[in-house]
DNA sequence: GCCGTATTCAACCGACCGGTTGACCACGCC
DNA sequence: GGCGTGGTCAACCGGTCGGTTGAATACGGC
């Protein structure tokens, strides 16, 4: 069943050879030969890498010839970090209001913090 | 064998259960039994998940009595974002430079573009 | 010391993943 | 039309993944 795009992405990136090729693609298009030279492992493999990369919907290809230049598509990249800025603040707002209520328990010993927060 | 730190979050956040569990410990620390309710698999796969988290970084647990609260490290999604950034600019500054060169192959339909960036 | 609750460990299972090799297709060139 | 080049498809393999069930551990309460 397809997962996600979110997964896909994720997953895309859990792979240290697949995030090198989105880093070069990122300094300019390249071709599938041209990405797989600096590995050890086969072209078809590479080949593959590409393919979930493309199937994320972070990677695009035009036709020239019999080259099948690749493209990193960006935009995919900001559905990320979307996703993770709003856990990272919304963990940090928590903190911060953790921080507020200690404060409040220094400054008044017998206030019962928990009944502070829930009231506010 | 021991893969680095930002394939393990990547790969962590690459299942939807995993993610909405980060999502749910964004809000607040929570046990096992909490974080596995809303869930209809078995507690066993929902303390494996939490492994996989807490082997990431993106997870520490206290304990307290037999509760193994759950708390979120948002600092490791700095991690994610720093690498994501990165790219993602990189490729941004690319297309506008791309961008630069066609608006220059306008003014002057003589010019070469290539020797024009390559010369910069 | 025993019981219940919270959690983990261990073994197993089917599915998927990253890699291989070998055959195949698409195109430009002569 | 045949060849070289660029790339993919297909089948296979070992390892990991997400899930299960069943047994074990750790602790507080009585």
Redesign the pocket.
Known sequence: MPDDRLSQVF?AL??P?RRDIVARLATGDA????LAEPY??????V??????LEDAGLVS?S?E?????CHLEAEVLDLMTKWIERYRREAEDRFRRLDAVLARMDEEPGADPLTEESAS
Do not use: F
């Open positions: 997953s859990a792979d050879t071709t599938v030969n041209e050890e492992v086969s072209l078809q493999a080949s593959k890498h590409i393919r979930v290809r036709r010839a019999q080259r099948r230049p």
